[in-house]
């Protein structure tokens, strides 16, 4: 990296006894601001501490040996010395006198970009959060000059206090090529941002802390033309923003939506739920965390749909090695466990299984769903009769002493039925995504949902929606790409199409499980006891052949859990005494 920051023009404008103790300072190199306050030492601020400059305090007549050599204040408070990037802030009392003042110090630093280069040359809009003197500024300032001369793009920034491009009417060389338009007054940001739109043709617009509702507009205006913004707000997380009614509009604004009673019951949450209300104005967000660890969202509107939804987003995290070197770690947390006490599993089926419901709590937050280890003697005698028991601990360690055996049901080759690579790339027509992307995950079908029908290898649509679409039929006639119907876009017809489009159906291979299906009120406890069980059957019974018990259940729940584990073709019995009775699953 390469640093420019004209400090000596900075310290030329404080007065002698102020400027001496800094010029030959061990951190001067590190300086970020001086602090002037009127009655009070003036003080020195270093990344690390703060260090007094001088025993006397600030006068009125220090102040204003600063001001004589500094621009004119403008209705932001802020000043700057000519072609430089330092920034000279004022804090005055009620009668408008200026009695303290913050010296920013402005730094150029070429290469501090190259941890995001990749994703500044893919054309998004880009968000950059962070916390005062983080450095957002300073990066903006770079990717201004890296699109503008290494590019070679239209760049135009919207300089509010001359804060980017440097005080004066020709703007610093730190933004090479692009162009600066300043701000007369901070309350007319938004109309120059259109304003720039609108004269001067631009294909990038670079715009520092945008703080306004009109701005949030003006922004999202920009985006909608087609041209790509890079922009900072305050904020130092991506959820900040979702709680600022503000600046929610920046990642797509939030509003409350009412559910119907089955899509309710099928999320386990309350019928108003927070949604995402649009496509966000900026694709990807950086929060950065310090000056070379930033995280990245590269799908803003995934990870607030994530976020809302009550899980972590995946996300990225990027930071630069002592050696110059940019690592990029993949932070892609397990979605939060529905049983405490349950290691998470990386599998899809975990992942299809696990919806936010009501926390359980109490003793049966200790639960484990585990294989069973040998009980007891005296438990045993209590629980189950000792054949029963015998014959449990000898199937476990049957299956603990014998090598797993990779699941036949699993589809192994690289060629489709028809010939096609896979994965099958399939276009989707009036049945639901989410529906489609479950079954997709619990059986580890080697299927890929697509919105483009020019890449889809087949249309897979409800009957009754193809019967009035003369339009999709002549499309898929046209690209010569298969149409599949189904009857109904329930969880088992959608299994049972996808299954038969892989030459996989197989009759004797039970479809996925709805659990709506199982459960009698659609209450928490009954979704979280029949969720615990597909989990026991998918991920232990039926891949290590290993035989399973469960937490205790109340008998009416205990019967929704055996009907689900007859749908899985295996066989189970309840044991144990009120109120610890439970399932024990055996494999096949």
């Known amino acids: 990296m390469q640093i420019t920051d004209d400090l000596n023009r900075l310290l030329d404008i404080v007065p002698?006894?102020?400027?001496?103790?800094?010029?030959?300072?061990?951190?001067?190199?590190?300086?970020?601001?001086?602090?002037?306050?009127?009655?009070?030492?003036?003080?020195?601020?270093f990344p690390s501490l703060a260090e007094p400059l001088s025993q006397t305090p600030v006068s009125k007549a220090h102040l204003n040996y600063c001001i004589e050599r500094v621009g004119h204040f403008g209705g932001d408070?802020?000043?700057?010395?000519?072609?430089?990037?330092?920034?000279?802030?004022?804090?005055?009392?009620?009668?408008?006198?200026i009695i303290g003042?913050?010296?920013?110090?402005?730094?150029?630093?070429?290469?501090?970009?190259?941890?995001?280069?990749?994703?500044?040359?893919?054309?998004q809009s880009i968000l950059m959060l962070g916390r005062p003197g983080v450095g957002k500024t300073t990066a903006l300032r770079e990717i201004a000059r890296v699109l503008a001369d290494d590019l070679e793009k239209r760049v135009v920034i919207i300089d509010t206090s001359n804060e980017i491009a440097g005080d004066g009417d020709i703007p610093h060389p730190a933004i090479g090529r692009a162009r600066r338009m300043q701000v007369s007054r901070p309350e007319l940001q938004h109309q120059v941002m259109i304003e720039a739109v609108e004269n001067h043709m631009p294909q990038v617009i670079v715009i520092d802390e945008i703080?306004?509702?009109?701005?949030?507009?003006?922004?999202?205006?920009?985006?909608?033309?087609?041209?790509?913004?890079?922009?900072?707000?305050?904020?130092?997380?991506?959820?900040?923003?979702?709680?600022?009614?503000?600046?929610?509009?920046?990642i797509g604004g939030i509003q409350a939506v009412t559910l119907g009673d089955d899509e309710a019951r099928r999320r386990g949450s309350q019928k108003t739920v927070l949604e995402r209300k649009?496509?966000?104005?900026?694709?990807?967000?950086?929060?950065?965390?310090?000056?070379?660890?930033?995280?990245?969202?590269?799908?803003?509107?995934?990870?607030?749909?994530?976020?809302?939804?009550?899980?972590?987003?995946?996300q990225q995290i990027r930071s630069v090695s002592e050696s110059g070197e940019v690592i990029i770690e993949r932070d892609s947390p397990a979605p939060p466990a529905r049983f405490p006490g349950i290691a998470a599993s990386s599998g899809p089926a975990a992942v299809s299984a696990m919806r936010p419901v009501t926390p359980i709590s109490g003793w049966r937050s200790a639960g484990k769903m585990v294989p069973m280890p040998a009980p007891s003697e005296n438990f045993a005698a209590k629980s189950a009769p000792v054949s029963e028991t015998r014959y449990f601990e000898q199937l476990l360690e049957e299956s603990l002493s014998v090598e797993p055996v990779p699941n036949p049901g699993r589809y192994s080759h690289n060629v489709g039925p028809n010939g096609e690579d896979l994965p099958l790339h399939v276009y989707p027509y009036g049945i639901a995504r989410h529906q489609l992307e479950q079954v997709i995950s619990t059986l580890n079908l080697p299927v890929l949902l697509t919105k483009d029908i020019e890449s889809a290898d087949v249309v897979l649509a409800l009957r009754s929606n193809v019967r009035n679409q003369s339009k999709l039929r002549h499309l898929a006639k046209t690209r010569q790409v298969p149409l599949h119907t189904i009857k109904a876009g329930t969880i088992p017809h959608v299994a049972r199409a996808l299954r038969r489009l892989l030459d996989m159906d197989d009759p004797g291979t039970p479809e996925v499980?709805?659990?709506?299906?199982?459960?009698?009120?659609?209450?928490?406890?009954?979704?979280?006891?029949?969720?615990?069980?597909?989990?026991?059957?998918?991920?232990?019974?039926?891949?290590?052949?290993?035989?399973?018990?469960l937490l205790p259940r109340s008998p009416n729940v205990r019967k929704m859990q055996h009907e689900l584990v007859e749908h899985y073709h295996l066989k189970s019995h309840s044991f144990g005494e009120e109120p610890n009775r439970r399932l024990r699953i055996y494999p096949a």
């Open 513 to 549: 499980a709805d659990l709506a299906l199982f459960a009698r009120s659609g209450s928490s406890d009954e979704l979280e006891a029949l969720e615990e069980t597909r989990l026991a059957v998918e991920q232990i019974v039926i891949p290590k052949g290993q035989p399973v018990e």
């Open 16 to 45: 002698d006894e102020i400027r001496q103790p800094l010029e030959q300072h061990p951190q001067r190199n590190n300086l970020i601001e001086i602090v002037m306050d009127l009655g009070r030492q003036p003080e020195a601020r």
């Open 77 to 97: 408070n802020r000043a700057g010395i000519e072609q430089t990037l330092h920034r000279i802030s004022a804090i005055r009392n009620r009668s408008g006198e």
């Open 278 to 314: 649009a496509p966000p104005t900026f694709e990807i967000a950086i929060e950065m965390l310090e000056r070379e660890r930033w995280v990245i969202h590269e799908r803003v509107a995934e990870a607030i749909d994530t976020l809302l939804r009550g899980r972590e987003p995946h």
């Open 211 to 250: 703080g306004t509702e009109l701005e949030a507009l003006a922004a999202r205006t920009i985006a909608e033309r087609g041209v790509q913004l890079v922009g900072t707000a305050h904020g130092n997380r991506i959820e900040n923003l979702m709680k600022n009614p503000t600046l929610a509009d920046l």
């Open 101 to 123: 003042l913050t010296l920013r110090v402005g730094r150029a630093v070429f290469g501090t970009i190259g941890i995001i280069r990749d994703l500044v040359e893919t054309g």
